[in-house]
C-alpha cells in the first residue's frame, strides 16, 4: 500500500513540475512549508508566500536557544504561461510583521521591490512625449518585458545624444594627448641621461608622475646627498631644454611640486638593496595631470574642432546584439564603440581613439527584439517621433542575491555523485 502511495506522490509531483517554467523553480516551490507559521497573500498578478522557520544557535550554551528566520517566495505566471518561483528579500516579510503594514501595503511594496512598474503589453506600442522638464527625465518609465528583463526608458533629443557622444570624445582624445604628452617627455628625458651614458635599469610612467630608476653600488650619505642636488638640477634643466626645445609640444605640461618637508617638482631618493652592495636611485618627475588636461582640452577644441563635426554629422544607428543572463537582445541603436582616426601633434603621426558607452543602455528609435531559451521570443514595440531618441537602460528584476545563491546550491549539489 505505501509502495502504490510513493507512486501516486509521484506522479502528481511530476504533474505538478509541469507547471513551473524549470526544475529550479519547481524545488523552490517544494520546500515551502505548509504550517501555521506560513502566509499565504494573493494579488491579480503574484502569490507570495512568506514563512518562518528556527534554527538552533549554536554560539547559545543553551538548548532551548533558537533563531528564528523569514523567507519570502514569489509565485507568478511567465512569459511561457508557466509558473516561476523566486526568493525574495526577506526583509519584506518583516516589515510587515514589524511595523504592522497592511497586506495591500505589502504587495505594493513587492512591485517597487522588483524594481519596475507595468508589465509590456505585446498588442500596444510604448509611445513617450518629450518634455523639456528634468523631474520628468528623472522619473523614467520602467517596464519589465520579458522574464526577468526590464526597460527603464527615456526620451531625449537625439542632438543632445550626439552632443553626448562629442563630449565623450573630447575627453578621451585629451586624456589620450596628455598621456602621450607625458610617455613623450619620458623618452626624451631618458635619451638624454642616455646620451651621458648613464644606465638606466627601469622607466614607469603614469597619469602623475615619471619614475627613472638607476642601480649603483652602495652610496654613503655625502655620496647620496651630493648625487641628489646633481640629478635634480640636471633633471630641471632637461626638462628646460625639452620644453623649449619642443615648445608646441610640451607647452601644456604642468609639474606639481610634492614633498612632506621639502615640496618640488623632482624628487631622488634611495633605497639600500638587502644583500647586495647596491643602492636604488629613484627619480620622481611629478605630473600635475588635472591642469595639464584643462590646458589640452581648450587646444583640442580648438584644433580638432572639424573632426567632432564630422563625427556629429556621421553618427547613425547600427545594428547591435548583446546577451545579459541567457537573454539575447538585438536592435538598432547608436553605436557602443565608436574609433576615430586622427593626427597626432605630440607624436607627429596617424593615432586613433576610441570611446566607449555603456553596453546596457540603447539609444533607439525603432522596436527591440528579445529571445531566450525558455521565454522565447518577444518583440517590444516603439512609436517615436523624428529627431528625439529612447534611451533605454536594461536591468534585471531585483529577485534578491539570496535567490540565486540558493539556485547555485541546489544546481551544485545535483552534481555530487550519488
Known sequence: MKVKDKRIKKRIMERIEKLFTNHLDFLVFRKIPLSKNTTIVKSDEYIVIAYEGRLKNNSSWRDDDYITYYKVVLIGVNDDNKLFANYLDPRLYQGVAFYGRSWDEWIKEVKRFL??????????????????????????????????????????????????????????????????????????????????????????????????????????????????????????????????????????????????????????????????????????????????????????????????????????????????????????????????RFYNFITERDDEVTINVDRDVLYVNSNVSLEHDEHGFTKVKLLCDEGYVYIIRVYETNIGNRDRLIRNKIILKRLIPK
Open 115 to 340: 524594481g519596475y512598474d507595468v508589465d509590456y503589453n505585446p498588442d500596444q506600442y510604448i509611445y513617450l512625449r518629450y518634455v523639456d522638464d528634468p523631474r520628468v527625465y528623472m522619473n523614467p518609465l520602467r517596464v519589465r518585458v520579458q522574464g526577468d528583463i526590464c526597460f527603464e526608458i527615456r526620451i531625449r533629443k537625439i542632438d543632445d545624444v550626439k552632443h553626448g557622444y562629442i563630449a565623450n570624445l573630447k575627453e578621451t582624445l585629451t586624456a589620450h594627448l596628455v598621456r602621450t604628452m607625458i610617455r613623450e617627455l619620458a623618452d626624451k628625458i631618458l635619451k638624454y641621461l642616455s646620451d651621458m651614458r648613464l644606465g638606466v635599469s627601469d622607466v614607469r610612467v603614469n597619469d602623475w608622475s615619471i619614475r627613472f630608476t638607476i642601480l649603483t653600488t652602495k652610496l654613503n650619505w655625502d655620496d647620496k646627498e651630493n648625487i641628489k642636488r646633481g640629478l635634480k638640477r640636471y633633471i630641471k634643466d632637461i626638462i628646460y631644454d625639452v620644453t623649449n626645445i619642443w615648445r608646441e609640444k610640451f607647452e601644456y605640461l604642468v609639474l606639481r611640486k610634492e614633498g612632506l618637508f621639502e615640496s618640488d617638482s623632482i624628487s631622488v631618493g634611495y633605497e639600500d638593496l638587502f644583500g647586495v652592495n647596491e643602492t636604488s636611485i629613484n627619480v620622481d618627475v611629478f605630473i600635475d595631470f588635472e591642469r595639464c588636461f584643462d590646458k589640452m582640452k581648450v587646444e583640442v577644441e580648438r584644433r580638432y574642432k572639424d573632426l567632432f563635426d564630422s563625427l556629429f554629422d556621421e553618427l547613425d544607428y547600427v545594428d547591435y546584439e548583446y546577451q545579459i543572463g541567457n537573454h539575447i537582445i538585438r536592435c538598432r541603436s547608436l553605436p557602443h564603440n565608436v574609433s576615430v
